[in-house]
């Protein structure tokens, strides 16, 4: 069964780029959209884009001038960078499989922590 | 795009049914039967409930349902246990290609 492990710096400094690892293991990268949703401490989900490892990606709009979603198929990788990052930036990241044929998330990392301070 | 509309909370005894309702437009939740339904336990990743508006995967009680009307879609949990004390989450794809969450509805059990 599939699985997935977020990695990264737990610490990031305003302004700078946020980036973290996802490690796709027990299957193949090209059965899932590769997602990645955050949630802010006592709030709620806040998708923030996916991709097919062959197609383009879609980003929330609200997201999109800061983000980037890629796929390593070499490495069964898939990866989030977040730019000029700010406190609202802080939350619990999930990397999460979208599963096309049931349209919705039924694979879900652990998710990783990641705040956001000088 | 803006996210979906939940009640905040809901609460129910054990034993009875309550109802969440989850409210978009024709973009999202009126516009596709792609309407999700997700339940995350304190420090825990979300875990996907229903699916399809109404699918329920392998695993899944069948004291969960899903239903939707128009732009409104509903999850209903019947004979309610303490287990399903958790937040509950719905998620619509839209006709931008994107998906949209819900703000999360917390569910006690009284």
């Known amino acids: 069964q599939v699985q997935l492990q977020e990695s990264g710096p737990g610490l990031v400094k305003p302004s700078e780029t946020l980036s973290l690892t996802c490690t796709v293991s027990g299957g193949s990268i090209s059965s899932y959209y590769w997602s990645w949703i955050r949630q802010p401490p006592g709030k709620g989900l806040e998708w923030m884009g996916y991709m097919y490892y062959s197609g383009s990606p879609d980003y929330n709009p609200s997201l999109k001038s800061r983000i980037t979603i890629s796929v390593d198929t070499s490495k069964n990788q898939f990866s989030l960078k977040v730019n000029s990052v700010t406190a609202a930036d802080t939350a619990v990241y999930y990397c999460?499989?979208?599963?096309?044929?049931?349209?919705?998330?039924?694979?879900w990392g652990q998710g990783t922590m990641v705040t956001v301070s000088s | 795009q803006s996210a979906l509309t939940q009640p905040a909370s809901v609460s129910g005894s054990p034993g009875q049914s309550i109802t969440i309702s989850c409210t978009g437009t024709s973009s999202d939740v009126g516009g596709y039967n792609y309407v999700s339904w997700y339940q995350q336990h304190p420090g825990k990743a979300p875990k996907l409930m229903i699916y399809d508006v109404s699918n329920r995967p392998s695993g899944v009680s069948n004291r969960f349902s899903g239903s939707k009307s128009g732009n409104t879609a509903s999850l209903t949990i019947s004979g309610l246990q303490a287990e399903d004390e958790a937040d509950y989450y719905c998620c619509s794809y839209t006709s931008s290609t994107t998906v949209v969450f819900g703000g999360g509805t917390k569910l006690t059990v009284l």
């Open positions: 999460v499989g979208w599963n096309y044929a049931l349209r919705a998330f039924d694979i």
